[in-house]
């Protein structure tokens, strides 16, 4: 026996991640205790989500930090670091996480290592998505997104714009999977019933559109149940739009396959999950993106290194067919490959991976669900209340449990909250996409941005009293324009309209102010830009 | 009469804003159901903040949008505007509100208008402050304070160097007024109790320390009642730095006046409040920076418009004393404004202001008090009593009253919640500040910013084997470093220290690339740069 401790290294901190330290914090607890055992975990976040009670903070029914348990509750005996992973080095046995406060990387090195790093959300290769479509995984997508929608309902309750007032009050979900299906049932709820509370807002005028690529949503379901859930949610007032395919999206419209628009705020995108970059960049073997694990869910090549979850291609060794990436699974995988790393450590048989799933169940908001357990097909209030009971056993903490059944309590009687809860600053460089024919600004508005021309054309006209609209000039990559209204706090003396799809960097004037003032090079640069166009022809321009 | 309604606005989601909107709306019921008067009020937030217990937010121990009012809720026949105000011309008799989504402003007239802005906190003229201090004014700051705590414990408790690991435990709370120490008394007890769930960290080792620039805390209660409060926050483990001041702080320090240091990663500053900016500029009479109204609470020059709370200056009409800046205040002279408005529009006597206050209490945290009612003085577990008791009575809203209720209920039986949640993205670009001789970026580390001097001096130094460290060059306002670890992706190959003090602006790895590519003028400098650093003496540089 060597005189340090045998490190297991654990990387995510969602089911997988989690319930491994929990199972190994059980049995290795001897171990743990004599420290001839150290159990250490990576976690972006303290906290566990507990993804089907998100829908839930939309509609402020769960409160904001109940959804969530702190993973040192659940798991004291691990050392937990709250920190993002930068690099897997599976030669060196070394892992480097992001540093906190100050600038240092930490590395951690390891005998046993779990990988059980998830998906994340990607938009790549949909125009405009990742500036303006709201994703719904994490709580603070959650947050977001509740916020989004009052705002919307705050803007529309004193716009007096027809058309503003429509696209405000335009709410898209797109992906009709459970976490679609959930997420749409949730928004129909709050947006209509937290309309009432703004005078000018009048409820009929709120479309909430569902957009699913096939022909019947929640395909992870009996047909039936399916259909019951597409009845159900069409008689709240959601707008079903089926073998219908999201294209991109601009700040004010959803873009579909084939040339649609639909105009709205407020777009969310339930559908792409991409590989981890982290597992991405491993040099080891993958199916479909994911992690190839052996019947005891180590890696083939690589002993000692385990992985599970979303991430791992697991097959179920009784049904030789591959898992899918669902908590229940993940959950299970932990528990399996926990007693495995254990047997590797204190010796004894390993135990193959095989599991088979309970059951189904999507909420659909206001006491209504849909179910299949152990083959059972269940809708309706009965699903609803036994969605309700389940999620509230399997919420991990006892006092998640109180707290949850508490705000479930208070919202049987309470009105629905309104606040708009605005925490982070204001960015100052933002990303933009526009599709041809779009305008960037207006002549007349506050000018608040500077733009980068990232790629395309645009041009800049002018209205001329007597002369009409008058082109001042094109721009091209790598041009600028807007940066006379920040300077001198006029309003933009002309209107700036893409010609083809034009993507561009924005920068507030803050940020403006402080790169132009401090950076010799820049300073001169927009000095020139500025006295040239001041000379121009037209007069000046935006 | 005229056609058009009379236009009352009202500017500010304070006590002030919100309690004339309440008091008009039932004062001129139905001449607003007659369309003969409407009201608007126009509030940053659409909620109002009870801010009597935003400390409790700071421990979970109310939930985070329990503390908050919708404003909607309260004043069902107001038009609100979320949005924040632009400009106020007295003159034209409109108010210009910043833009929504898009760009476009929006202008509102008025035949009355009610000045309720309340003050700003402001950090000028104290250096450091404005980047590394926490305000704690708005529901925002009591969140980012939260998190920081838990944030500091979550990097103690993997941290191995015995300086850092003190830094991070000592929590710095400057001014000893009803509000820090409200903030301290909740972030002691918060700190203390949530430190039990991290495994490395000391309880003994944790300091929280409160800066007050008198000899006695609670300045406006009677001696008594201040030294009781000292000596229990003494017992309970804070120290008090009394005669003491802030001078300026640094990201890992409280500078005091006089020069002493103390290392720590969260300072609390509640002293400084200055006028709000949009007061500052109207051109009106003004004592100490708040507007001179008449014993009506209109401005003398200005008839159709008035002021209150804490950016007027109101005299007591029995007393011909200044009225303090309480919340107290802020709703009496609400009401009686409302009342002088609706006299003013359906004719009727005008009301002078006079007031005298009931009382005032500060919560320690844990079952104790302070507070002097009806020139009665309480303390400890009666007083505490009383505090929840009037502060449960007197937040607006059924509904949150029962929530807070049970908050307190839950608390009594729960475990203190650590989740950190983060919102708000990280930034682009900040400013930071440095004394003389700190190390702003060190060789070895991760290059994860660009630095531009915006003024002092710093030296470039390398730590070479065989010769000790070696100055390569020194840098002035204006220059810039970093860029090469931005662009190689490899560690600082150098040290950067300040000589004198130092203000720098960084942009982060994301904003850097953006504009390093996109921006033309901004790429060929650095190339230049790189490519001449990368000859220059004494090899690369950071």
Tied chains: 1, 2.
């Excluded at 669900?369 to 919420?395: C, D, H, N, P, Q």
Aim: hydrophobic residues 45%; aromatic residues 6%; positive net charge.
């Amino acid at each position: 026996m060597t005189d340090r401790p045998v490190r297991i290294l654990i990387l995510g901190g969602g089911f997988g991640g989690v319930y491994t330290a929990l199972t190994l914090e059980k049995l290795l607890k001897r171990e743990i205790r004599d420290r001839r055992v150290e159990l250490g975990l990576i976690s972006r976040d303290n906290y566990i989500v507990f993804q089907p009670m998100l829908p839930e903070v939309i509609s402020g029914s769960i409160g904001i930090l109940d959804t969530i348990t702190p993973i040192r509750r659940l798991c004291p005996s691990t050392n937990l670091y709250t920190r993002t992973v930068d690099k897997i080095d599976l030669d060196r046995k070394r892992v480097s996480a992001a540093a906190g406060f100050g600038s240092r990387q930490c590395a951690l090195e390891y005998d046993h290592l779990v990988i059980a790093l998830g998906n994340v959300t990607s938009f790549a290769g949909q125009p405009g998505l990742a500036e303006y479509a709201l994703p719904f995984k994490y709580l603070g997508d959650a947050l977001a997104l509740r916020n989004r929608i009052i705002h919307t309902l705050e803007e529309a309750d004193i716009e007096r714009d027809p058309e503003v007032y429509k696209t405000l009050l335009t709410f898209v979900v797109a992906g009709g999977g459970f976490s679609g299906v959930e997420a749409v049932a949730e928004l129909n709820d709050f947006v209509r019933s937290a309309a009432k509370a703004f005078r000018n807002v009048k409820p009929a005028e709120i479309r909430v559109i569902l957009l699913h690529a096939q022909a019947l949503i929640l395909p992870e379901l009996p047909k039936s149940l399916a259909e019951f859930a597409q009845r159900l949610l069409m008689k709240r007032g959601v707008e079903l739009r089926l073998n219908t395919r999201l294209h991109g999206a601009t700040a004010d419209a959803a873009l579909l396959v084939g040339g649609e628009r639909i105009p709205t705020r407020t777009l969310v995108s339930t559908v792409p999950s991409a590989p981890n970059p982290l597992v991405a960049a491993l040099p080891v073997k993958k199916e479909k993106g994911r992690i190839i694990v052996g019947r005891h869910l180590e890696l083939p090549d690589h002993p000692g290194v385990w992985a599970m979850g979303d991430c791992a291609w697991v097959i179920d060794a009784r049904t030789g067919e591959p898992c899918p990436p669902t908590a229940q699974h993940a959950t299970r995988e932990a528990k399996c490959a926990a007693q495995n790393i254990a047997a590797a450590i204190r010796g004894g048989a390993r135990r193959e991976f095989s599991f088979t799933a309970l059951g189904k169940m999507g909420s659909l908001g206001h006491h209504s669900a849909v179910a299949e357990i152990f083959g059972i097909k269940l809708s309706g209030f009965l699903a609803w209340w036994l969605w309700r009971t389940i999620y509230l056993m399997k919420l991990p903490g006892l006092d998640r449990k109180i707290r949850v059944a508490t705000d479930w309590t208070l919202d049987l009687i309470l009105p629905t909250d309104i606040t708009q809860l605005k925490t982070g600053k204001p960015e100052g460089i933002r990303r933009e996409y526009f599709e041809p024919n779009e305008i960037i600004c207006r002549q007349g508005d506050r000018g608040d941005w500077l733009y980068v021309l990232v790629d395309g054309e645009v041009e800049v006209v002018k209205s001329v009293p007597g002369q009409g609209e008058v082109t001042l000039r094109k721009l091209r990559a790598g041009e600028c324009f807007g940066e006379i209204a920040l300077v001198s706090d006029q309003p933009r003396s002309a209107t700036v309209r893409s010609l083809t799809s034009v993507n561009v960097l924005a920068l507030d004037r803050d940020a403006f102010q402080a790169l132009f003032s401090n950076l010799p090079p820049l300073r001169g640069f927009f000095e020139q830009l500025i006295e040239a166009r001041l000379k121009g022809p037209g007069d000046r321009m935006a």
